[in-house]
């Protein structure tokens, strides 16, 4: 079974995440020193406003290979690719409805990334583009002409 932390500066967690995790431990970020967490699971850290990723998830060890998903308080684009690039496998809004929030405990449990509609979106375009662009160059290339009809 998948174990859930949620780590924040304050003890009292948001309703949201009670009613979506409420097997969930709730940890205070100061008293993370040699906290080490057993077994499988998911741990959620909560970057308030004004915070950067480094800042919410410093003192957070990893070493047993649980899972980070990071609860911004301001999500956007910059700060999913922060969280993204400290090894989180996904972020989102604190705030996000329970139903999200199990969502996103199911697809980060079962290996995939949870990065939002809008970076997606650009990503898969930039993808496609790029794509195109490298399927036109090799079309133009006449690599082909040499070959026989067989």
Known sequence: MMQHWIVDREITGLDSWREALPEAELLLRDSLAGKRFAGPGIVWVRMRFGENVNQAISGVDRSSGQILVVLADDPNERVVLEALAAGAAGCCNSHAAPAVLRQVALVVGNGGLWVGQSLLTRLVGATTR?????????????????????
């Open 130 to 150: 790029r794509l195109v662009q490298i399927g036109e160059a090799r079309a133009d290339s006449g690599w082909a002409a040499p070959l026989s009809a067989r």
